[in-house]
């Protein structure tokens, strides 16, 4: 039904007919008219909705792992993670760190160890990408294999490692038993290889960033696997560069293992996981705190009291092979980048030559 105004309007400007026909043409053209305002006013709400769905989508993928990565582990929810914790009971905790807390649990009847990332800031969303684009790239048998993940809190899940870090092994946490100058030598060649396969990876090579004791774990039989990828990077060729290497613009990682060229130039090569890993050459024989240890065994060198700095808790182990192993880490973390040994030749030949003698001292 037309209302007064409308009504007046149409009899202003057309003759009513007796049959009220031209009252019920523009009756209707008015309801076609509202139809037609209503509808694109649910187009622009549609428009709007689609605009707002797009800017959340984009905000939710940059904290969140790439998809094309998914397949190759599993997602779990949060409730799973609660069950298969016991709701994160403190019994189940097996460490804490500035990177968050890690948990044993029992997901789908398989013992695992959960990682929480801690969510302040971004840079919690930042780890957790990376460590989960890392290891959904790349397999190696000395690399940590991770199980799944779960974005909504940032968990990640991985295999469950009964006999801890190295660094608890080095240090006997819990009374556990000392590592034989036999495993640690096949431990440093397992990383030597391990870290070949990284800086080695295509189409661009990846550095750990973070080598420590810490984050090298050990399986029920002692075999070592590297862990805890959050500050790892992917290598770049430039025109202006002799080697491939990351600039970032905020210097992470453990202090002791860090290469000091990184210090000054904010620049990330292979030869950084180098200088880490002769640091770790130096612990592994020594047992000696990190701070510090490349000047105690290098005086030590010029003095020829190496055979004073030998970890006695290792065994016996033959004073030459242990003064290889320090000589080797001391060219290793040499305080200038260019001369530290290659990985892959150099450095994987002495070890290999070193697991020889130590197997052969096993088997007689």
């Known amino acids: ?66 998809s094309q990565f998914i397949g190759y582990f599993s997602e779990f929810s949060y409730l799973e993670l609660q069950d298969a914790t016991n709701n994160f009971d403190e019994s189940f905790k097996l460490g804490e760190g500035g990177f968050g807390i890690v948990y044993k649990g029992i997901l789908h009847k398989t013992t ?20 989960v684009e890392t290891l959904g790239k790349v397999r190696h048998p000395n690399l940590v294999t991770l199980i799944g993940a779960c974005a909504e809190v940032r968990a990640l899940i991985y295999e469950y490692f009964p006999n801890g870090s190295l660094e608890d092994r080095l240090k006997c946490k819990n009374n556990m038993s000392p ?36 984050n090298i774990l050990l399986d ?13 990077r992917q290598l770049n060729w430039t025109d202006s560069a002799s080697i491939p290497y990351h600039l970032t613009d905020c210097l992470k990682g453990t202090l002791a293992y860090m290469d000091p060229e990184y210090l000054s130039t904010a620049k990330i090569t292979a030869q950084y996981d180098v200088y880490s890993f002769g640091i770790m050459l130096l612990r592994l024989t020594t047992c000696k705190d990190p701070q510090g240890i490349r000047n105690l065994v290098e005086e030590a ?3 020829g009291t190496l055979n004073t700095l030998v970890d006695p808790s290792a065994g016996s182990w033959p004073l030459k092979e242990a003064k290889k192993m ?15 040994p290659d990985l892959s030749t150099k450095v994987w030949k002495e070890l290999m030559s070193m697991v020889e003698v130590a197997s052969a001292s096993l088997s007689s």
């Open 179 to 214: 590592l034989s100058w036999q495993d640690r030598v096949r431990i440093s060649f397992e990383i030597c290889c391990a870290l070949s396969f990284l800086h080695s990876s295509k189409p661009h090579g990846i550095v750990h960033g973070d080598l420590k004791p810490d």
């Open 326 to 340: 320090m000589s080797l880490g001391l060219r290793c973390s040499d305080l200038i980048r260019k001369n530290r």
């Open 1 to 66: 039904m037309l209302n007064d105004k409308s009504y007046w309007f149409w009899k202003a400007h057309f003759p009513l007919k007796r049959d009220g026909t031209n009252i019920a043409r523009f009756a209707l053209q008015l309801e076609l008219s509202k139809a037609q305002n209503r509808i694109e006013q649910l187009v622009s709400e549609r428009d709007n909705a689609i605009k707002e769905v797009q800017e959340l989508r984009k905000l939710t993928d940059q904290q969140r792992p790439s």
């Open 301 to 303: 060198q010029k003095k």
């Open 112 to 131: 695992v160890a959960i990682k929480m990332l801690k969510d302040e800031s971004s840079q919690g969303i930042n780890e957790f990408n990376q460590e």
């Open 220 to 232: 029920s039989n002692n075999v070592s696997k590297i862990s805890d990828f959050g500050l790892c």
